[in-house]
């Protein structure tokens, strides 16, 4: 016995709505980053700076790339995309993952360069005091946007959003650095110059944690991984403690203490929406409406538990 699946296209609608703001408005913030820091980079004479530069001009490809994945995902599901598309949105959570490991090598490269540059003798100028306000500026702009995108990364359970919060954070750390090395510069000598790549160095070391935590979600979404074992073992204890119809309860000496038994459960990720598939033990005099009602009972709970995208496919097996 087979009961149907469900997945709320209005709630994805919205939801897909929301996330394309939250991306556009990242994108915004991210060219006037980008030309800010570059034009400061240049004239100001930091290598810091015009690293930050190059790392607001990937924020801007990523943005850019994550708005078009959003826009298709958004679209929920259709008869070519029966399971809808939210491996879309995996998607665009692996390129940010791989566009943060850019940024962290770049990074990395280009202050070792000028750190080899400085102790082999090479005269380099002091970073100006337009850095420090670039800088400045930069940090208040980005911790605006990782706070506005990690909440609604959380509210909406958008991996994606979660992800490029991240991203952002790691921005607001960029200039932060820039602004210490930059000051110290400017205040103490020339000698404190070699400070402005060394920040470039550890920055880019950063980066590379969370760009790991997302390349490693994004993977497990788009491999189909099962969910976390806690998880399952709450949607199978969940599944057993459903109350059994008056008509057919106590009946199955098979079935768990309120008379249903999980035989198998299959749990996976696509984007926003957790898939459950879930086979029950049942006896033969189980109707289907009384399996509908189990159903219906079982999703509102998962709903509740996992939150409003989750699809539940159950299958009773006949004893």
């Known amino acids: 016995m087979h009961t ?10 919205i939801r897909g709505r929301a996330l394309t703001k939250v991306t556009f408005i990242g994108l915004l913030a991210n060219i006037l980053l980008t030309a800010g820091q570059a034009t400061a980079g240049i004239l100001g004479h930091s290598i810091a700076m015009v690293s930050a530069s190059i790392h607001s001009l990937s924020d801007l490809a990523s943005n850019a790339i994550v708005l078009l994945l959003l826009s298709f995902s958004a679209k929920g599901k259709s008869p070519r995309f029966a399971y809808g598309r939210g491996k879309f949105e995996s998607f665009a959570s692996l390129l940010i993952g791989l566009a943060l490991f850019w940024v962290a090598i770049d990074l990395m490269k280009d202050g070792i360069e000028s750190i080899r540059s400085i102790l082999g003798g090479e005269e380099v100028e002091r970073p100006s005091v337009l850095v420090l306000w670039v800088a400045g500026i930069s940090i208040v702009i980005k911790l605006m946007v990782y706070v506005y995108t990690a909440t609604m990364g959380h509210k909406y359970d958008s991996p994606t959003l979660i992800a490029k919060s991240w991203h952002d954070l790691t921005d607001a750390l960029t200039p932060i650095g820039v602004m210490v090395a930059t000051g110290l510069a400017i205040t103490l000598g020339d000698k404190w110059v070699l400070l402005d790549p060394i920040v470039a160095c550890i920055i880019s070391l950063v980066v590379l944690i969370p760009a790991t935590k997302v390349l490693i979600i994004a993977c497990k979404d788009l491999l189909d991984v099962s969910i976390r074992p806690e998880e399952e073992a709450q949607i199978r204890q969940m599944l057993e403690s459903l109350p059994m119809p008056a008509e057919t309860a106590g009946q199955n000496a098979e079935a768990g203490k309120d008379g249903l038994k ?58």
């Open 262 to 319: 999980v035989l198998q459960l299959k749990t996976r990720r696509s984007g926003p929406v957790t898939f459950v598939e879930a086979t029950l033990a049942a006896q033969a005099d189980l109707t289907l409406p009384q399996a509908e009602m189990l159903r219906a009972a079982a999703e509102t709970a998962l709903q509740q538990q996992l939150g409003p995208d989750t699809c539940l496919t159950l299958t009773f097996k006949i004893l």
């Open 4 to 13: 149907h699946s469900h997945h709320p296209i209005g709630h994805s609608q």
